[in-house]
């Protein structure tokens, strides 16, 4: 051993003592019955969360926020509740793109985009409609009513203690999780690992284990959305098969083949931001599943804003994210100072270039981050949930952008932004503590 590694060793107190857990088997087994199931709820979860709320820029103008004055007393304002995380995950409108400003003095903004209507976007308004959404009143006796379902029994434990996620486990380790940290609760049932004779995907001749088809999967899941009764449907099935091997101290190799189908969560036809999954074995046994756990209200139309006035939306709220970043003293891009950038490429710069002179050249080095052109020319009506201020949920509607994106040097790609669709008027958002409005502006994909 060399005499670094003895310093080393001498610099750790621990390093000349050994910790074993008073029951390891006890511990992997724990490990072993839960982790690989709840690691795929908690991955969908996490998605969820990064993908789960929209901006609320349509509540903003040039000038800021949108006036009130003109909505219809017939249709209420939708007062957007400012979005929460649960323990530590960013909230879903923490999400952020290169068109949307992290407040934090480790990012800079690199690009700053100039949108534009495509000569394809409509200038007229309509209407669209909005759905309240009825959640379960209690989350230990909604866990308690999906575990039947799924032929769990046992007792709902409050997971944290916090009464938001409840669970009930069997004596055979299958369990049903119910959690109410996102803005819609969500359910997850999962079998025990499975301990028995190896499963292989194939046979000893070679020849493939068959899986249930499409078709089976499509009827087993419409049989359990009948049971859950929330009344959303699905549609847009992706379907996938894996081989999961699962070796356990003691305990012979076991191989699962399994059949995955995400689904999209429909409201009347229309496609929301909610999914659905379902997982079976070659046997056609339900081995995994999770959703949400919601009922739409009747729906309420509202008058929307225009798909070409939405794109002015999402320069707004770019600038408002900008200016909000730059004048509480953020860095914005090498050589740029506080001053807020400006809203389009033909407008000044938002602060002075630097210029040095190097054996008698005078180089210019732009000052604040790149303009990008953006020209968004098609768009996509889909729903997103927002919490309101009195605590009611409602699925709303949203554009989603498609267009092209032109960097400086010529090159282009295809980027996507989402904006509400329902007009200003009836939106209000919540200010944020420091006076500025709540980050969540347009996101890219």
Do not use: C
């Given at each position: 051993?060399?005499?670094?590694?003895?310093?080393?060793?001498?610099?750790?107190?621990?390093?000349?003592?050994?910790?074993?857990?008073?029951?390891?088997?006890?511990?992997?087994?724990?490990?072993?019955?839960?982790?690989?199931?709840?690691?795929?709820?908690?991955?969908?979860?996490?998605?969820?969360?990064?993908?789960?709320?929209?901006?609320?820029?349509?509540?903003?103008t040039?000038?800021?926020?949108?006036?009130?004055?003109?909505?219809?007393?017939?249709?209420?304002?939708?007062?957007?509740?400012?979005?929460?995380?649960?323990?530590?995950?960013?909230?879903?409108?923490?999400?952020?793109?290169?068109?949307?400003?992290?407040?934090?003095?480790?990012?800079?903004i690199?690009?700053?985009?100039d949108?534009?209507?495509?000569?394809?976007?409509?200038?007229?308004?309509?209407?669209?409609?909005?759905?309240?959404?009825?959640?379960?009143?209690?989350?230990?006796?909604?866990?308690?009513?999906?575990?039947?379902?799924?032929?769990?029994?046992?007792?709902?434990?409050?997971?944290?203690?916090?009464?938001q996620?409840f669970?009930?486990?069997?004596?055979?380790?299958?369990y049903?999780?119910?959690?109410?940290?996102?803005?819609?609760?969500?359910?997850?049932?999962?079998?025990?690992?499975?301990?028995?004779?190896?499963?292989s995907s194939?046979?000893?001749?070679?020849?493939?284990?068959?899986?249930?088809?499409?078709?089976t999967?499509?009827?087993?899941?419409?049989?359990?959305?009948?049971?859950?009764?929330?009344?959303?449907?699905?549609?847009?099935?992706?379907?996938s098969?894996?081989?999961?091997?699962?070796?356990?101290?003691?305990?012979?190799?076991?191989?699962?083949?399994?059949?995955?189908?995400?689904?999209?969560?429909?409201?009347?036809?229309?496609?929301?931001?909610?999914?659905?999954?379902?997982?079976?074995?070659?046997?056609?046994?339900?081995?995994?599943?999770?959703?949400p756990?919601?009922?739409?209200e009747?729906?309420?139309?509202y008058?929307?804003?225009?798909?070409?006035?939405?794109?002015?939306?999402?320069?707004?709220?770019?600038?408002?994210n900008?200016a909000?970043?730059?004048?509480?003293?953020?860095?914005?891009?090498?050589?740029?100072?506080?001053?807020?950038?400006?809203?389009?490429?033909?407008?000044?710069?938002?602060?002075?270039?630097?210029t040095?002179?190097?054996n008698?050249?005078?180089?210019?080095?732009?000052?604040?981050?790149?303009?990008?052109d953006?020209?968004?020319?098609?768009?996509t009506?889909?729903?997103?949930?927002?919490?309101?201020?009195?605590?009611?949920?409602w699925?709303?509607?949203?554009?989603?952008?498609?267009?092209?994106?032109?960097?400086?040097?010529?090159?282009?790609?295809?980027?996507?932004?989402?904006?509400?669709?329902?007009?200003p008027?009836?939106?209000?958002?919540?200010?944020?503590?420091?006076?500025?409005?709540?980050?969540?502006?347009?996101?890219?994909?």
């Open positions: 051993m060399s005499d670094f590694e003895e310093r080393l060793r001498a610099a750790d107190p621990a390093a000349t003592s050994s910790y074993q857990h008073p029951d390891t088997n006890a511990m992997i087994s724990r490990i072993m019955a839960r982790a690989p199931r709840a690691g795929r709820h908690v991955l969908r979860s996490f998605q969820l969360r990064m993908a789960g709320s929209v901006a609320v820029a349509a509540a903003l040039v000038g800021g926020i949108a006036a009130l004055e003109g909505a219809s007393p017939s249709l209420a304002v939708f007062a957007l509740a400012a979005p929460h995380s649960a323990l530590g995950v960013r909230s879903p409108t923490a999400k952020f793109g290169t068109a949307e400003i992290p407040n934090s003095n480790i990012m800079r690199y690009e700053e985009f949108f534009s209507v495509g000569p394809d976007l409509s200038t007229n308004s309509g209407t669209g409609a909005a759905y309240e959404l009825q959640l379960p009143t209690s989350a230990s006796a909604e866990d308690a009513r999906i575990a039947a379902i799924f032929g769990v029994s046992g007792t709902p434990v409050d997971t944290n203690n916090d009464g996620d669970t009930v486990t069997d004596s055979s380790g299958d049903v999780d119910y959690e109410t940290y996102d803005t819609v609760p969500q359910w997850s049932y999962s079998v025990a690992i499975p301990q028995g004779a190896d499963t194939t046979t000893s001749d070679g020849t493939t284990v068959p899986m249930p088809s499409q078709s999967v499509n009827g087993d899941v419409q049989n359990y959305l009948s049971q859950l009764g929330y009344g959303y449907q699905v549609s847009d099935p992706q379907f098969t894996s081989n999961n091997v699962v070796t356990s101290p003691g305990q012979a190799t076991v191989t699962t083949n399994e059949e995955q189908a995400t689904y999209s969560v429909t409201v009347n036809g229309q496609v929301t931001d909610q999914s659905l999954d379902f997982t079976v074995d070659q046997n056609n046994n339900v081995v995994s599943a999770d959703g756990a919601f009922s739409a009747p729906a309420v139309n008058p929307l804003q225009s798909p070409a006035a939405g794109v002015e939306v999402l320069e707004a709220q770019q600038q408002a900008i909000q970043i730059t004048a509480s003293g953020q860095s914005s891009g090498p050589g740029s100072s506080t001053t807020p950038l400006t809203g389009s490429s033909g407008s000044s710069p938002a602060t002075p270039p630097s040095a002179v190097t008698d050249t005078t180089t210019t080095t732009p000052s604040g981050p790149p303009i990008v953006v020209t968004l020319d098609a768009e009506i889909s729903y997103q949930t927002y919490q309101l201020t009195d605590g009611s949920v699925m709303l509607p949203i554009y989603n952008y498609t267009g092209l994106v032109t960097n400086a040097d010529g090159s282009s790609y295809t980027g996507t932004w989402s904006t509400i669709a329902v007009d008027t009836y939106i209000q958002v919540s200010t944020s503590s420091s006076g500025g409005i709540n980050p969540g502006g347009p996101i890219l994909y």
